[in-house]
């Protein structure tokens, strides 16, 4: 068995690869995971002087394998489940075609090790999932409490002052969280819509793309003190000038939170072939190749932008919903020589895309 474990798994990269649309685009460290080592424990189960009665026994294999599977892929349970069972029937065939006798007590003893396999790999990958959404809904609630406290501390004020200009001030104040905290729930809930199947509702409207990226621009420099450097060209379209801000904000407010310190950030606004090129540059720590999609994942932001940043994982997801639903989409250039450039690319003219259907994404 140990000998054909080779055929085993080129046997299986093909069919798992043909089968799950999760695993085309995996590479083949990725793909294979912890199951050589788990393959390896099932041919000691069946061997009768090795101490072992299953390949599950005793071991943390299939669990480390489900929680990977959780942690760095678009897999849901279905997949993960389909993937053992594609193992199951690959040993079988495989072995069958070499002309490997099995006795009926190791063709027990291997389904015994896959159905104990897919147990262990099944719960991992639900604990993973949970403890993500966790950490998810404590991001939330830390930032949510900030706006929430500040428009408290205002009210609170204007109940004990008589002072109408300083409550008129206050007043605004109030409104500007609070307008934070809406702006917060309704990008939550058009995300998860997204991610459920379901297009973003846009409220199309004719503007310059230009007038929303000064717009942006300046309250971000007025908040944060930065420069940022415009070359930009004109264009005028049919999009969701809210959605489309929050957006915009979204992708620049990631390249000042990540970007090298005391670097610039550089937009541009271009048109090509009916369509508009949006890019937002900065200089910084790359994100590697294999974590550029997590990144536009919920619940999940790569590796190396996990620095203890507040954040609750959901603006480049939302930026994705917008993109997407806009008959287009969002993507990502990133390396230490040329820095990290996020590019919306969307038709000029929105309109016959409206109610274009998106397709729901893995979380």
């Known amino acids: 068995m140990l000998e054909l474990r080779e055929a085993v798994f080129a046997e299986w990269e093909k069919r798992v690869r043909a089968a799950l ?102 719960q991992a990958f639900s604990l993973v999932g949970s403890a993500l959404r966790e950490r998810f809904a ?32 206050m007043v605004r104040k109030a409104q500007k969280n609070l307008m934070r905290i809406d702006g917060m729930i309704h990008e939550l809930l058009d995300t998860m819509s997204f991610h459920s199947g379901s297009s973003l509702s846009l409220q199309l409207s004719n503007f310059e793309v230009l007038d929303v990226v000064k717009e942006v621009q300046g309250e971000k420099i007025v908040k944060e003190g930065l420069h940022i450097q415009s070359g930009t060209t004109p264009v005028t379209g049919w ?41 937002v540059h900065n200089v910084g720590q790359p994100i590697p190749p294999d974590e550029q999609e997590d990144i536009f994942q919920m619940y999940r932001r790569a590796d190396a932008t996990k620095r203890n940043e507040e954040g609750w994982g959901i603006g480049l997801p939302y930026v994705r919903a917008v993109a997407e639903s ?3 989409s969002i993507a990502v250039d990133s390396s230490v020589e040329r ?25």
């Open 138 to 169: 404590a991001a939330l609630a830390h930032d949510l409490r900030n706006p929430l406290t500040a428009a408290m501390m205002v009210l609170d004020f204007i109940a004990v002052t008589d002072d109408p200009v300083e409550v008129k001030n």
């Open 239 to 279: 999009w969701d000038r809210a959605a489309l801000k929050r957006a915009i904000e979204n992708i620049i407010g990631n390249a000042i939170k990540y970007r090298t310190s005391g670097t610039s950030i550089t937009i541009k606004i271009n048109e090509a072939h009916q369509r508009l090129l949006l890019t």
């Open 339 to 363: 820095g990290t450039t996020f590019c919306i690319d969307i038709p000029v003219d929105c309109r016959p895309l409206k109610d274009s259907p998106s397709v729901a994404l893995p979380t």
């Open 21 to 122: 649309p999760q695993a085309q685009a995996l590479m083949h460290p990725i793909l294979i995971n912890t199951l050589p080592a788990y393959y390896d424990n099932i041919a000691e189960a069946i061997t009768p002087t090795y101490p072992r009665l299953t390949a599950a026994a005793g071991t943390s294999i299939a669990a480390e394998h489900g929680g990977e599977r959780a942690r760095i892929t678009e897999y849901d349970q279905q997949a993960l489940i389909s993937e053992y069972q594609i193992f199951r029937w690959v040993i079988f065939d495989v072995l069958y075609r070499e002309g490997v006798q099995l006795e009926p007590l190791e063709v027990l003893i291997i389904n015994e090790s896959l159905d104990g396999a897919i147990k262990d790999a099944v």
């Open 326 to 328: 806009h008959g287009g």
